[in-house]
């Protein structure tokens, strides 16, 4: 499966938003590349997240369980990557000062 870190932030925003023409302008997507963005990861996962009409967005079963995950993939990631952050400025502390 190759789900990236965008398709999570994609899910979620659009999950919250309820409208996908929001979403796209608020991510500055266009409506068709976000579509098209929201179908491949359905499609990857093999089950719809998204119930679709004119009044909106809203998530299915399936939908709901995998916003849980994105959200918490997603706080992870940043975690992850505000630890990185602080290593490399420990090392370049280091550096600066050697």
Do not use: W
Request: aromatic letters at 6%; glycine letters at 4%.
């Amino acid at each position: 499966m190759d789900i990236d870190s965008m398709d999570l932030y994609c899910f979620v925003k659009v999950a919250y938003q309820k409208s996908i023409t929001r979403t796209a302008h608020h991510l500055h997507l266009t409506q068709p590349a976000l579509t098209s963005r929201l179908q491949k990861l359905e499609a990857k996962l093999g089950v719809q997240l998204l119930l679709r009409s004119s009044k909106g967005i809203k998530l299915t079963e399936e939908g709901s369980l995998f916003l849980k995950h994105a959200i918490r993939i997603l706080k992870e990631l940043n975690a992850i990557e505000t630890e990185l952050n602080k290593l490399q400025e420990g090392y370049n502390t280091i550096k600066s000062n050697h």
